[in-house]
């Protein structure tokens, strides 16, 4: 039981390059999120997803693409990468049946850290 | 809008004393509430959840709709309780769940 999994683990990149953090999990959760952590800050969220198809936009999305092509995946993509990017990048999933969210639980990846230099 | 604050970005105590770290939430609808915690390099994972109304690790947190808080609380800190931790609020409709900035708990040996 994987549970949500992301890659890379570390990742150095240069400005102006790009790259996709990939996000999987095999846990059949409709929701789907990307948070970025800035160091000693809190999370702020980028995208989510609340379905295969569906994509919308969180709290600071500038700079970022997503696209939820099946259940399992949601791939975020950095175009022209800045020095302002540079955080842990944190994809989590939860199941959420009907309007409630009751013993719903959201499932975090173990974080992607990402220097822009 | 919903919207969660936790007004301490650190709090500091020392081993033993008692721990309260403050999440106020705006809401307009039922709240569902929850509290996250984050060890040091490592994910996030759910510590507890209002609608279970249990102790968790000896936390605790009571949901008070007059005062619109949920503040998690346990009576005697220690050393491996340090952490960030995170209230959250479930909301209605297609909307994710909305995260505070987190509290960062140091307990002192």
């Known amino acids: 039981n994987a549970g949500v999994t992301q890659t890379p683990k570390f990742r150095i990149l240069k400005i102006g390059q790009s790259m996709t953090l990939q996000c999987t999990q095999d846990m059949n959760h409709n929701y789907m999120y990307w948070y970025r952590q800035d160091p000693g800050m809190g999370l702020k969220l980028i995208y989510y997803s609340v379905g295969a198809g569906i994509?919308?936009?969180?709290?600071?999305?500038?700079?970022?693409?997503?696209?939820?092509?099946?259940?399992?995946?949601?791939?975020?993509?950095?175009e022209l990468?800045?020095?302002?990017?540079?955080?842990?990048?944190?994809?989590?999933?939860?199941?959420?049946?009907?309007?409630?969210w009751g013993n719903t639980e959201a499932f975090f990846g173990q974080g992607t850290r990402l220097t822009v230099v | 809008a919903q919207r969660v604050t936790q007004p301490e970005k650190l709090l500091s105590v020392f081993k033993g004393a008692p721990v309260e770290l403050k999440c106020n939430y705006s809401y307009s609808g039922s709240p569902e509430l929850?509290?996250?915690?984050?060890?040091?390099?490592?994910?996030?994972?759910l510590l507890l959840r209002h609608i279970s109304r249990e102790s968790i690790k000896g936390f605790t947190a009571d949901l008070n709709k007059g005062e619109t808080s949920?503040?998690?609380?346990?009576?005697?800190?220690?050393?491996?309780?340090?952490?960030?931790?995170?209230?959250?609020?479930?909301?209605?409709?297609?909307?994710?769940?909305?995260?505070?900035?987190?509290?960062?708990l140091s307990v002192i040996a």
Do not use: I
């Open chain 2, 34 to 45: 929850f509290w996250y915690v984050q060890y040091s390099r490592q994910r996030l994972q």
């Open chain 1, 81 to 100: 990468a800045a020095p302002s990017q540079t955080s842990v990048y944190f994809c989590a999933s939860t199941l959420r049946l009907g309007d409630r």
């Open chain 2, 70 to 104: 949920f503040h998690l609380k346990k009576p005697f800190a220690q050393e491996e309780d340090s952490a960030m931790y995170y209230c959250a609020l479930g909301p209605s409709g297609n909307t994710p769940l909305v995260f505070g900035k987190g509290t960062r």
């Open chain 1, 55 to 78: 994509t919308d936009k969180g709290e600071v999305p500038n700079g970022y693409n997503v696209s939820r092509s099946t259940t399992e995946d949601f791939p975020l993509r950095l």
